[in-house]
């Protein structure tokens, strides 16, 4: 299977799952679907980022090369909202290792502030400055801040997350 060709070819879960289950058969096909990710075909790059999402949650082992780059979309804001949805949700489910926890934090913050981030991305962000305030305590006050002071303004699905990790702090 050539992923390129076939991440054009298609837009739907089964076949962004069997993309990814294609992929993570080997080193050299996960890094054919990176690329994909990567590229700066608008297209391309978000089609990709669903089948990087699931093949990050049936082998996890393959992504961990690969956060850098993850961590690298969280900040390009040329890209389309799903590349970075998919990033941080699959970081959500990772162990980020130390050396981008700061870039991280600092990406996730960002999205929960802004008025204008999907909630999806939201989301997922709330999830990954949850994990974080395990190795960084003194973030669990902002945190808890910004999901109250935006309470009133945010739709259900921000509610519900929101509900979960204010519990949980």
Known sequence: MNIREAILAEHSREHALRIATYAIQNKKKFKELMHCYMD????LSQRAAWSVSWAAR?????????????VKRLQDDT???????????????LDIPEEYHGE???SCFQFLESPTTPAAIKAFSMTVLY?????????????????EENWEHEIPAFKSR????????
């Open 40 to 43: 700066p075909d608008y297209r």
């Open 58 to 70: 049936k082998n996890p082992a393959m992504i961990q090369p690969y956060i850098g780059e993850l």
């Open 79 to 93: 890209v389309h909202p799903a590349v970075i949805r998919n990033a941080v949700r699959v970081l959500e489910e």
């Open 104 to 106: 991280v934090m600092n």
């Open 131 to 147: 994990h974080l305030s395990k190795y960084y305590p003194e973030i669990k006050q902002e945190l808890k801040l910004i999901i």
């Open 162 to 169: 929101g509900r979960k990790i204010l519990k949980t702090l």
